[in-house]
């Protein structure tokens, strides 16, 4: 049996004395090594030469190790069925245990040794080679955490190209507001400007705790969306700051108002941060993605940083450029920016269940008996503005009853029938006000004491019913207007109710175990403050 071990880097792997145990003599008849012990045996994660990041680093090259640990014939020299890797050490090599009659050692699989400037043994190309590994390395263990998602590298390319246009413009917007500080109040006493400062900062922190506050559930059931169009904000943000030495009399004015949108995008980003983070790591290490994290953005607005100086040294003998030369890179910066962060998001692939996540997984799960995978289901969401929803026919909403809508008479009928037993139930109702099947809507409306798989059964025979209400939509146009007059519609509704309720139980563990099996968290639905409203039963 082949025995793979990871030794951390603090761990003494290298003891400076020898292994004085000797198993050729501790044993009767000496032990050959067997054909099995060959290295190509060595199970397929000891690569260190692969840039893979879906369960480690995986291999992309087998290890040569017939130079170091050449059979010369002698039976007391052999090696042993262990590899040991020095993952955390740097440069992720790999040695073979080894037996040379005397002691215990450990020989560098396929040269992947600490690369030495000094082995004067390396002919150019191999210490080419192995300076190049080496560097690669080290900049792969400074920058990306070992275990995370296959899609993390994509998100960090398009991180730093947020970034560091993101930093290039604050540095020119802090820049303007300091020259703005310079024209409006060169008068003025220092304290003034301080007094100016203080209160632009105190408002965007008032603001930031309020906007928190009244938002909290949306970071979680609308997170893209939220977190692209706080970014949106905090780019205009920077545009109003570039206009301050344009009106040095309203300084105070225009810094707060850019002030409130940059807190208001911190608050948003510190929120979000974490469910970004944890659907990247595969191992629960959210600790070591976000520090990669941190450090990823202290890198990355560095180079921003140097952007910014370069274009400010080669304007210096220029005052007149270098005062527009903000207007005139800022929406070509924010045009990078605001796209680095598009395309990024694209690459975050949360697992967590919201409503619309749900109802997306359901609907392919009914009309192909398939479970989209969260990458798939992300892909279909992108960021999912609030004007590209709601244009399918009849939306299923979670919630309670409207008094200000119209109220169809399927829906008292399905309020005479509801039992105690009953943890929802399922009804239509009215959007406009009107009879076209195109101005109603379904309603699942959660009882107390609900529970996460009555979350699913609800909208699992919800999506049951909106497929039979349209599977004939040139008959249903009528459906609606006859529906308080008819007793046939409401016949055929309560018969549509049962079936449904009977379908969604026979598919209900199914779906449940194939989620769970591609990566869902099952455990728990997210929904905004508006869906998780409940009524209670009344029995009189």
């Known amino acids: 049996m082949k025995v793979a071990a990871h030794a951390p880097s603090n761990s003494q792997i290298f003891p400076t004395w020898a292994l004085k145990y000797d198993p050729i003599k501790t044993l009767k008849k000496p032990i050959k090594p067997k054909p099995s012990l060959k290295p190509l045996a060595l199970s397929n994660s000891l690569s260190t030469t692969s840039f893979k990041f879906s369960h480690g680093y995986q291999q992309e090259e087998k290890f040569n190790t017939t130079h170091h640990l050449a059979d010369d014939g002698n039976p007391d020299k052999f090696k042993l069925p262990v590899a040991i890797r020095g993952g955390d050490a740097g440069n992720g090599a790999v040695w073979r245990c080894f037996w040379d009659g005397e002691e215990l050692k450990l020989v560098a699989v396929d040269g992947s040794d600490d690369f030495s400037m000094w082995d004067s043994s390396l002919s150019y190309e191999d210490g080419v080679r192995k300076f190049g590994r080496f560097c690669t390395a080290a900049v792969r263990n400074f920058f ?181 030369l903000p207007f005139v890179v800022y929406p070509i910066f924010s045009a990078f920016d605001l796209y680095g962060i598009y395309q990024g998001l694209k690459h975050v692939h949360l697992q967590t269940l919201t409503k619309d996540r749900l109802e997306s997984v359901i609907n392919i799960w009914i009309h192909r008996q398939y479970i989209p995978s969260p990458a798939e289901v992300s892909t279909k969401e992108g960021i999912n503005f609030m004007w590209s929803r709601g244009r399918e026919l009849l939306p299923i909403r979670i919630g309670c009853l409207n008094p200000e809508r119209k109220i169809p008479k399927l829906s008292l009928t399905t309020l005479r029938f509801l039992k105690d037993e009953d943890l929802y139930f399922i009804c239509m109702e009215s959007i406009n006000n009107r009879s076209a099947i195109k101005d109603h809507g379904i309603l699942l409306s959660l009882r107390e004491g609900a529970a996460t798989s009555d979350v699913i059964m609800g909208l699992l025979q919800a999506c049951y019913i909106r497929k039979g209400l349209l599977r004939d939509i040139n008959n249903q146009e009528n459906y609606f207007e006859d529906c308080d007059s008819s007793n046939s519609v409401i016949s055929e509704w309560l018969l549509l109710i049962n079936e449904s309720k009977r379908f969604a139980q026979a598919d209900l563990d199914l779906l449940i175990d194939n989620m769970s099996g591609l990566g869902w968290a099952c455990k728990n639905i997210l929904l905004s403050t508006k869906e998780q409203a409940r009524y209670s039963f009344v029995a009189d």
């Open 144 to 324: 990306l955490p070992r275990k995370v998602s296959g899609n993390y590298l994509e998100y960090v390319k398009w991180k730093f190209l947020h970034r560091v246009f993101s930093s290039a413009l604050q540095v020119l917007a802090t820049q303007a507001m300091f020259r703005a500080i310079g024209i409006g109040y060169s008068r003025a006493l220092p304290s003034a400007a301080a007094l100016n400062w203080v209160l632009k900062d105190g408002l965007g922190r008032l603001s930031r705790c309020i906007y928190t506050a009244t938002l909290a559930s949306a970071f979680d059931t609308n997170l893209k969306r939220v977190r692209f169009s706080t970014s949106v904000l905090f780019s205009l943000s920077i545009g109003v700051e570039l206009l301050t030495p344009v009106f040095p009399k309203y300084f105070l004015l225009l810094a707060t108002i850019a002030n409130i949108a940059k807190q208001i995008s911190l608050a948003c980003y510190l929120a979000t941060g974490s469910a970004v983070h944890r659907s990247f790591a595969i191992s629960d290490n959210i600790g070591e993605v976000s520090a990669k994290a941190q450090i990823q953005t202290v890198c990355f607005d560095n180079v921003g940083l140097l952007l910014a100086a370069t274009l400010n040294i080669l304007f210096r003998n220029n005052q007149r450029l270098l005062a527009a």
